[in-house]
């Protein structure tokens, strides 16, 4: 086998925060007075935090300050942050950290490649911090998904040249940030959004290593 590291998004592929996300704006279009949903949320995954905001913001056609709006974000991460410091290892999706386990036993290297700046949290209340030889999220890298700055600094700090990386996503703006970092992407969900992806999982339950081959 010619793969010698897997990269790993959090959001959408290690544990499903996005209703955590979701919640968090949702309160906060409403103090803004105006209706959230769910579909629009859709747009959000993936998207950095005040990528995010923008998004929310033109649904409720406002516009505010860049302070303002740092104000804005910082509200909001203050009450997904409270959502997710009760997150634990249950939330682990079907299948992870078996395949996490099967990967470390055959000597692959595993990676973080998040654009969260609230990873390590997560990762400490999975209880799934010592598989990762590193972590590499929002507070690394100054680019957002799609530019592949992320998994090419994980990569970098693994001492493994990207061909030989693989990138797990749900999301298409980190598939497209792994082709170009020229690693191979899995995507994990659905194939209409997922296209640019070299294959397709559902979830990681029952998942062996000959994933890796292609
Ligand atoms: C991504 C999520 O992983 O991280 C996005 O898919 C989120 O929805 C982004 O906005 C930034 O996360 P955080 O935790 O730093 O606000
Ligand atoms: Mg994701």
Known sequence: MNIKACIFDLDGVIV????YHYLAWKRLAKELNFD??????????????????????SIGGLS??????IKLAEKKNKWYVEYISKLDKNEILPGVEDFLRKLKQNGIKIALGSASKNSM???NNLQLVPYFDTIIDGNKVSKAKPDPEVFLLAAKELNIPSEYCVVFEDAEAGIEAAKKANMKAIGVGSKDILK????????????????LEF
Do not use: P, Q, Y
Request: hydrophobic share 40%; net charge neutral.
């Open 64 to 69: 505010f300050s860049e302070k303002e709006k």
């Open 121 to 123: 949290l997560i990762l």
């Open 196 to 211: 640019k992806s070299d294959k397709i999982i559902d979830c990681f339950k029952g998942l062996e290593l000959n994933i």
């Open 36 to 57: 959230f949903t769910e579909k629009d949320n859709e747009r959000l995954k993936g998207v950095s935090r005040m990528a995010s905001l923008d998004i929310l913001l």
């Open 16 to 19: 499903d925060t996005a209703k």
